[in-house]
């Protein structure tokens, strides 16, 4: 039988809203991983975030990080990347502080930049990535 892949969301799809993966989920996964398939979490999130949910059910797995700017292999290693100038970065974040309904979070690496921590947006964020 071929290889295949199982390709997951994180938030409200891999985690429940306890930011936890369920006793289920993860039997049925690992139960896959067992047969050969491939356990892969994609995610808007930075990798070490992804880890931390990742990480319930594997320790060591192939990731898409950033929307699928950045994916990673088994051991961190990365297979494809995909960088925006910073200098759009930077006007993008001047032309969003413009708008009064919008806030800007950056994820470069695994650093996270936004302009106003206190924001409500960017706490519940915060809560979700740690």
């Known amino acids: ?10 938030d409200g799809t891999l985690i429940n809203s306890d930011l936890k993966v369920t006793l289920n989920t993860r039997k049925a ?3 896959q991983v067992v047969k050969g398939n491939a356990f892969v979490p994609v995610s808007a999130r930075m990798p070490q975030a992804i880890k931390t949910a990742a990480g319930q059910i594997a320790k060591i797995c192939p990731m898409v990080a950033y929307n699928g700017a ?3 292999n088994e051991a961190g290693k990365t297979i494809s990347s995909t960088r925006i100038n910073t200098n759009e970065v930077v006007n993008l974040c001047h032309d969003v502080d413009k708008k009064d309904a919008f806030v800007w979070n950056v994820y470069s690496n695994n650093n996270w930049y936004c302009k106003d921590r206190k924001s409500k947006y960017i706490v519940n964020e915060e809560k979700l990535l740690k």
Do not use: N, Y
Not at 1 to 10: G, S
């Open 29 to 31: 996964i690992l139960g």
């Open 70 to 72: 950045l994916v990673l």
């Open 1 to 10: 039988m071929p290889v295949r892949i199982i390709f997951t969301d994180i």
